[in-house]
């Protein structure tokens, strides 16, 4: 299965500025997301990378906060952006393999202070 | 919408013992179930993949099985060891590509 490298691992930010995360896949996945998991919650989509064009966005998520790119079948880029303590989380990325399973980034422990 | 519910919310056992994890979801169509392992501020691991047409997967100490008419998949972990605590996640892909999580079962084993 892919393996999937996610950096930063984890970043301490002002409020008001902004973090781009990056995740490289090792090889081709059909699809790639990003996720949010606030503290002792579950994992909620945020939006899904499109290959090439804008990324699509779930309920309650904006390009303007979260911009998104995907340049190619390999690389993504999320960036949190004008940032506030309630943006505190940790942000996951994931592909999904030929055979439909999905394998996830290490994640980024994101503090907002 | 799935619906995904995993009990217990938490599990403390001693070492050696076996650990049976549940999950539970409320849309039987779907296309596959996966489970994951969270440890502590990090990202998941995959453990088991367990296509809509089979009804359990084993790898090692691991066994998920799948009951899709009543919505069900179990994880057994055999021989619990203390390198088993972690955080354990239930996630069903549906006919879209999206993925429903359950809230996770957080386990122990002492040592």
């Known amino acids: 299965s892919a393996v999937i490298s996610q950096k930063p691992s984890r970043d301490i930010c002002q409020r008001g500025t902004s973090l781009t995360i990056q995740c490289q896949v090792d090889s081709q996945v059909t699809m790639m997301f990003w996720y949010r998991q606030q503290p002792g919650q579950s994992l909620t989509l945020i939006a899904t990378?499109?290959?090439?064009?804008?990324?699509?966005?779930e309920s309650g998520f904006v390009i303007d906060k979260f911009p998104i790119s995907r340049p190619n079948l390999t690389f993504s880029t999320l960036t949190v952006s004008n940032m506030s303590p309630e943006d505190s989380s940790i942000y996951l990325c994931s592909g999904q393999g030929l055979r439909g399973g999905y394998t996830f980034g290490s994640g980024t422990r994101l503090t907002v202070v | 919408k799935q619906e995904v519910t995993q009990i217990p919310a938490a599990l403390s056992v001693p070492e050696g013992e076996n650990l049976v994890l549940n999950c539970s979801f409320t849309?039987?169509?779907?296309?596959?179930l996966q489970w994951f392992r969270q440890d502590p501020g990090k990202g998941l691991t995959s453990l088991l993949l367990?296509?809509?047409?089979?009804r359990e997967q084993t790898s090692g100490r691991l066994n998920a099985s799948l009951d899709k008419s009543s919505g069900r998949s179990t994880l057994y972990i055999a021989a619990s060891q203390p390198g088993d605590s972690a955080t354990y996640l239930c996630a069903v892909r549906s006919n879209d590509y999206k993925l429903s999580f359950g809230a996770g079962t957080t386990v122990t084993v002492r040592a």
């Open positions: 367990i296509q809509s047409s089979q």
């Open positions: 990378a499109n290959q090439g064009s804008e990324a699509t966005y």
């Open positions: 849309d039987s169509a779907i296309y596959n």
